[in-house]
């Protein structure tokens, strides 16, 4: 018999499909809830052939992996622990450019930048955006920064915090925001001066006062770390641009819209697995479910930015301190199964 990679069990109902292999497949039940019910979302341990549905995973697939599978039980991978990073391997860890005198506390000019923007009134008329705070104590952002490094260590992932164009992938002149279908918001002068901030800020070190956690549900997840303005910019959603064509059958389940074209051979998508940054970890809401839908605390917004479609992670309420974040994955497209989400 040819060797089985990791497969679905056959639906129970169609047999006759299956005929020759009936008794191998009978029997399976998700080893998390004993049901063999939802067989197109069951999987097989490739070293055990004990089965899981996918939904009944902590944390949950979203859809069937390729390749092969081990679960829980079988696999190698563990809850990461934390890293004993040093504050000059975070340094280099997220290439921080920042003079001697000015480790370990905020810049001078910063501080009176960021009080000049968060001056004006951030009115829902007006929209205008807010760069995110950081936390004042330099201790406790390198204990946020640690966290960070912890997790895209642990997922493989090379720290970046722009989009980032590969060999053989999309080339950066196909990102074009006149393609996208129905037009895209353009932003402003002001909002653009505010990106700009958090993203200088970033790089001398004075990070999104954010937490990552790992949940046994849910996985690696975003809390707030500090108390968050409504319409604060949390972050810009970063990886490598491929043509959507190119990974209709990836099974990543962290891959962003970045242009709807009208015609869909152009339409481009953001994929964090190799390069990244917090965003990748922040998570979706259920929203099947209006319990799921309360949760989301964050905005996902495509802009047009000097000429390039960009996405932004924004605050659509005030955050408490604690408080994880979440955003609605299927704000455009209403295609991403979210109904098995915590």
């Known amino acids: 018999m040819a060797l089985r990679r990791r497969t679905q069990a056959p639906n129970p109902l169609s047999r006759s499909l299956y005929a020759d292999h009936a008794t191998e497949y009978d029997d399976v039940c998700c080893m998390e809830c004993g049901s063999g ?6 999987l097989l341990c490739d070293k055990c052939d004990r089965g899981y549905h996918l939904f009944c995973l902590r944390p949950i697939l979203v859809s069937v992996p390729k390749g092969s599978w081990f679960c829980p039980s079988c696999s190698d991978c563990k809850k990461p622990k934390s890293f004993p990073l ?20 905020l810049s001078h000019d910063s501080l ?15 929209r205008k955006l807010l760069p995110f705070n950081p936390s004042e104590d330099p201790e406790r952002r390198l204990e946020q920064m640690r966290s960070l490094a912890t997790a895209l260590t642990a997922s493989g992932t090379e720290f970046s915090n722009e989009l980032t164009y590969q060999p053989g992938m999309a080339p950066r ?64 959603y970063v990886g490598d641009v491929d043509y959507l064509k190119s990974r209709e059958n990836d099974d990543g389940d962290s891959m962003m819209t970045l242009l709807c074209a009208a015609n869909p051979a152009q339409s481009l998508v953001i994929c964090p697995d190799k390069h990244g940054n917090i965003a990748r970890f922040i998570n979706g809401i259920n929203n099947h479910s209006p319990d799921g839908k309360k949760k989301q605390n964050l905005k996902c917004v495509r802009f047009n930015v000097n000429g390039g479609c960009r996405v932004l992670l924004i605050a ?14 299927n704000g455009y ?8 989400f915590v």
């Open 86 to 105: 040093v504050q000059t391997k975070i340094i280099d860890f997220f290439r921080i450019q920042r003079s001697p005198e000015s480790t370990g506390k």
């Open 316 to 329: 659509n309420r005030d955050i408490k301190k604690g408080e994880r974040l979440y955003y609605d994955y």
């Open 37 to 42: 019910h939802s067989p197109a979302e069951l």
């Open 333 to 340: 497209e209403h295609e991403y199964p979210t109904e098995h």
């Open 112 to 126: 009176k930048k960021r009080k000049r923007s968060s001056s004006l009134v951030m009115s829902k008329k007006k």
């Open 173 to 236: 002149s196909a990102n074009r925001p006149d393609l996208e279908k129905g037009g895209m918001q353009v932003l402003t002068k002001e909002d653009i001066e505010t990106l700009n901030l958090c993203k200088s800020m970033m790089d001398r070190g004075e990070c999104p006062p954010l937490m990552v956690v790992f949940d046994p549900q849910e996985g690696f997840t975003v809390a707030a770390d500090k108390f968050i303005k409504d319409l604060t910019i949390i972050t810009e």
